[in-house]
């Protein structure tokens, strides 16, 4: 007859084997086992269960590749967590899951060995289409090593076909050892050890567009941000696109409002509810004054881009703030020596505008705004990112903006504002 503390074991060890392939010891061989023996063999039986595809324990297996509860991974947030191939060794080869806080989606393998060799680079994407040398640039700065993918969205309806950058990275952009896709549902995931070991493994780091005021829900004040600011940091490469564009810079328009401003709301009232500005989020070398903008040209962006800028010259009057917006199907890639330059192949260009700062706003009152410098900057010029010289510049203008509309006529005229924003627009 089995004692209590055998029987306990015993089921102990049944329900660790539950639905693995794998026979439940008999009553015999349990009394022959000692303490040790018995927690050797539930860890073992773990393993089993994660090769097998069956659900373990929730903190059972703390490795990219097995689910664990987001309670687990609140309470080991700050505990040091292993890179992402370090994290994946003891358990099976990772695999495509679904977390009730995040997915994940892998392709080559996490577990081998980082890149001996990174480099700095930032690049500023502005959505609408790819720029295969913006990403290509990523790869290579990040020594070929392991990508991360970054997105977010509030419910689950991401489908990992659509714009599957983990297979470009790994087939048309690379080589590289490995892309992980993590997509955000929740801000718990934020504190999950399988994503912040991933994140702390990764070489090179892509936030894809979406909504950016997902990102900062989620991100701000997590140990996620830490990460994103200590790679870059450590002279790794990152990139953005679209809302992945609109958090890069120092300062950032969060759209926590839940809508998107028009620059057409913004000239007639800088105060307006929707225009919510971020001065606290990432901090990356080369940015630290400026807050970006995308989808420039297409979706007349100019008028709002101007109205933050002013805004945040109130708020941050110490701050020196520009801003750069950067049309659609094109990149601005920034390099360790802070010189931006457009990446080959973009369709169009990158906007520097720096106005004159320490002009008194009016709430409730349409932007009135003097001495507006605007620079037009394609593949031929660069961007002093030290200085804010622009090199070969494709156009440029000082306008100036008297309640809500230039003052005259300029390249800056056609981009300024829209009247009609299209369905469905993305």
Same mark, same amino acid.
């Given at each position: 007859?089995?004692?209590?503390?055998?029987?306990?074991?015993?089921?102990?060890?049944?329900?660790?084997?539950?639905?693995?392939?794998?026979?439940?010891?008999?009553?015999?061989?349990?009394?022959?086992?000692?303490?040790?023996?018995?927690?050797?063999?539930?860890?073992?039986?773990?393993? @089993?269960?994660? $090769? #097998?595809?069956? !659900? +373990?324990?929730?903190?059972?297996? *703390? &490795?990219? %590749?097995?689910? =664990?509860? /987001? @309670?687990?991974? $609140? #309470?080991?947030? !700050? +505990?040091?967590?292993?890179?992402? *191939? &370090?994290? %994946?060794?003891? =358990?099976? /080869?990772?695999?495509?899951?679904?977390?009730?806080?995040?997915?994940?989606?892998?392709?080559?393998?996490?577990?081998?060995?980082?890149? /001996?060799?990174?480099?700095?680079?930032?690049?500023?994407?502005?959505?609408?289409?790819?720029?295969?040398?913006?990403?290509?640039?990523? /790869?290579?700065?990040?020594?070929?090593?392991?990508?991360?993918?970054?997105?977010?969205?509030?419910?689950?309806?991401?489908?990992?076909?659509?714009?599957?950058?983990?297979?470009?990275?790994?087939?048309?952009?690379?080589?590289?050892?490995?892309?992980?896709?993590?997509?955000?549902?929740?801000?718990?995931?934020?504190?999950?050890?399988?994503?912040?070991?991933?994140?702390?493994?990764?070489?090179?780091?892509?936030?894809?567009?979406?909504?950016?005021?997902?990102?900062?829900?989620?991100?701000?004040?997590?140990?996620?941000?830490?990460?994103?600011?200590?790679?870059?940091?450590?002279?790794?490469?990152?990139?953005?696109?679209?809302?992945?564009?609109?958090?890069?810079?120092?300062?950032?328009?969060?759209?926590?409002?839940?809508?998107?401003?028009?620059?057409?709301?913004?000239?007639?009232?800088?105060?307006?509810?929707?225009?919510?500005?971020?001065?606290?989020?990432?901090?990356?070398?080369?940015?630290?004054?400026?807050?970006?903008?995308?989808?420039?040209?297409?979706?007349?962006?100019?008028?709002?881009?101007?109205?933050?800028?002013?805004?945040?010259?109130?708020?941050?009057?110490?701050?020196?703030?520009?801003?750069?917006?950067?049309?659609?199907?094109?990149?601005?890639?920034?390099?360790?020596?802070?010189?931006?330059?457009?990446?080959?192949?973009?369709?169009?260009?990158?906007?520097?505008?720096?106005?004159?700062?320490?002009?008194?706003?009016?709430?409730?009152?349409?932007?009135?705004?003097?001495?507006?410098?605007?620079?037009?900057?394609?593949?031929?010029?660069?961007?002093?990112?030290?200085?804010?010289?622009?090199?070969?510049?494709?156009?440029?203008?000082?306008?100036?903006?008297?309640?809500?509309?230039?003052?005259?006529?300029?390249?800056?005229?056609?981009?300024?504002?829209?009247?009609?924003?299209?369905?469905?627009?993305?």
């Amino acid at each position: 007859m089995m004692t209590g503390r055998f029987v306990l074991a015993r089921r102990a060890i049944a329900v660790a084997l539950a639905g693995a392939s794998i026979v439940v010891p008999t009553s015999a061989s349990i009394a022959a086992l000692t303490a040790a023996s018995i927690a050797s063999l539930m860890t073992v039986s773990t393993c @089993a269960l994660a $090769a #097998a595809g069956t !659900s +373990a324990p929730p903190s059972a297996v *703390s &490795s990219p %590749a097995a689910p =664990s509860s /987001a @309670a687990s991974s $609140a #309470a080991s947030s !700050s +505990a040091a967590v292993p890179s992402a *191939s &370090s994290a %994946a060794s003891s =358990s099976a /080869a990772p695999h495509d899951y679904r977390d009730k806080n995040f997915d994940y989606f892998v392709s080559g393998d996490p577990r081998s060995p980082r890149a /001996a060799h990174t480099e700095f680079l930032l690049a500023l994407m502005g959505g609408g289409g790819s720029v295969d040398a913006a990403y290509r640039a990523i /790869a290579s700065h990040a020594g070929g090593g392991h990508i991360v993918i970054l997105r977010a969205v509030h419910d689950d309806s991401f489908d990992p076909q659509s714009g599957d950058y983990g297979e470009s990275f790994m087939k048309e952009w690379g080589p590289v050892t490995s892309a992980q896709t993590i997509v955000f549902h929740h801000r718990e995931a934020s504190y999950d050890p399988r994503v912040l070991a991933a994140l702390r493994g990764a070489d090179g780091i892509f936030l894809a567009g979406g909504d950016q005021a997902n990102y900062v829900n989620y991100w701000k004040g997590t140990p996620v941000q830490e990460i994103l600011n200590a790679h870059v940091r450590a002279k790794r490469p990152i990139g953005g696109s679209s809302a992945g564009l609109a958090i890069l810079g120092h300062y950032s328009y969060t759209s926590l409002d839940g809508g998107s401003m028009e620059s057409k709301v913004a000239l007639a009232d800088p105060f307006d509810s929707g225009v919510t500005l971020e001065g606290d989020f990432l901090h990356f070398r080369w940015l630290e004054n400026v807050i970006t903008d995308t989808h420039f040209s297409r979706r007349c962006r100019l008028g709002r881009l101007i109205v933050f800028i002013a805004r945040l010259d109130q708020e941050h009057p110490r701050a020196d703030v520009f801003g750069v917006g950067i049309d659609e199907r094109s990149a601005l890639l920034i390099g360790a020596d802070g010189i931006g330059r457009m990446a080959q192949g973009s369709a169009g260009t990158a906007w520097v505008v720096m106005p004159r700062l320490h002009q008194k706003l009016v709430h409730g009152q349409p932007l009135t705004l003097e001495d507006i410098r605007i620079v037009r900057v394609d593949q031929s010029g660069s961007v002093d990112f030290k200085t804010r010289a622009v090199s070969h510049p494709l156009a440029q203008t000082v306008d100036s903006i008297e309640h809500g509309n230039p003052t005259h006529e300029s390249i800056a005229t056609p981009i300024l504002r829209r009247s009609v924003v299209p369905a469905n627009e993305g």
